[in-house]
C-alpha cells in the first residue's frame, strides 16, 4: 500500500492490444485439406492462402467450423469489470486470466460514459432502445459516478489503512472500476463474440450489445482482421455467424 493514495482517474475509453498470435489464413486451409489429403494438406503451409479464398468461403457459407479453430491469439484488455462480467459468459474456446483484488491493491481508475454514449432507454425489454440523453442528465451521470466512486475508494482505503486484508476491502469498490486481463481464443470462439457483442447492418442474426463491450469488441476485431484477412472477409460475407 503507497503512503499517500492515488487521486481517482475518470475514463470513457477501453484498450485492446494483441500481446501474441500465431493465427493466419493458411491455419484453416491445411487443417481443412487433411479431411481430403491426409499428409499432403502440410503442402499447404507453403501456399499462398490467396489461392484458397475459395475453400475459406465454403467453410464459412456452410458453417464447418473446426479448421476456424487452429488458431490462437492473446489480447490484454483494460475495461470496467461490468464488462468483464458479460465477457466472461464466453467460455467455449477462451481462456481468461484477470487481476486479483486480492492479490494486489486495486487502482482508483474508474469508468463514466463520455458525451457520445446514449444514456436513455426506450421501450420495453426485448422492444427497447437508447437514444441520447441531455446535456442535464450527462451532468447527472457523470457528477453522480464520480462522486461514489471517491466515497468508495476513500471507503476502500479507509480500511487497508486500519490494516484490513484487501480481500475484504475491495468489497465496497463498484463495477465501474477498470480492471485488466489476458483472453485467449480462436478465430472461430472470436467470431461467435463479435456475433453476439457487435450490432452491424449486415449481421444475419441482429444483436443488441451493451456498448462498453462492443468497444472491445470492435477492437478486438479489427487487430483479428489484420492476421486473418480472407476470414474476416468471409466472415463478413457470409452475415457474420460464427461457423
Request: hydrophobic share 40%; aromatic share 10%; glycine share 6%.
Amino acid at each position: 500500500m503507497t503512503d499517500e493514495p492515488l487521486a481517482p482517474q475518470f475514463r470513457s475509453d477501453v484498450t485492446v492490444e494483441l500481446v501474441r498470435s500465431a493465427a493466419a489464413d493458411s491455419d484453416v486451409i491445411w487443417a481443412a485439406r487433411v479431411s481430403t489429403a491426409g499428409e499432403q494438406s502440410l503442402e499447404a503451409l507453403r501456399q499462398d492462402p490467396e489461392k484458397s479464398k475459395g475453400l475459406i468461403n465454403y467453410l464459412m457459407r456452410d458453417r464447418h467450423g473446426t479448421p476456424f479453430e487452429h488458431n490462437s491469439m492473446t489480447f490484454f484488455i483494460s475495461a470496467p469489470i461490468f464488462v468483464f462480467r458479460e465477457f466472461h459468459r464466453h467460455r467455449s474456446g477462451w481462456s481468461y486470466n484477470e487481476e486479483s483484488g486480492r492479490y494486489r491493491e486495486l487502482q482508483p481508475v474508474f469508468y463514466v460514459p463520455g458525451a457520445e454514449r446514449k444514456l436513455v432507454q426506450e421501450g420495453r425489454p426485448g422492444r427497447y432502445e437508447f437514444v441520447e440523453g441531455t446535456a442535464a442528465q450527462f451532468s447527472t451521470v457523470t457528477g453522480a459516478m464520480e462522486k461514489a466512486y471517491r466515497e468508495a475508494y476513500d471507503r476502500y482505503q479507509e480500511m487497508l489503512a486500519a490494516g484490513v486484508a484487501r480481500e475484504v476491502a475491495r468489497a465496497v469498490l463498484p463495477v465501474g472500476l477498470f480492471s485488466s486481463m489476458y483472453a485467449t481464443c480462436n478465430a472461430r470462439s472470436l467470431m461467435h463474440f463479435l456475433s453476439l457483442r457487435t450490432k452491424k447492418e449486415n449481421a444475419a442474426v441482429p444483436s443488441f450489445p451493451q456498448r462498453e463491450i462492443e468497444m472491445v469488441a470492435e477492437q478486438m476485431e479489427e487487430q483479428w482482421a489484420r492476421l486473418m484477412p480472407l476470414t474476416h472477409a468471409a466472415f463478413e460475407k457470409h452475415g457474420r455467424v460464427a461457423p
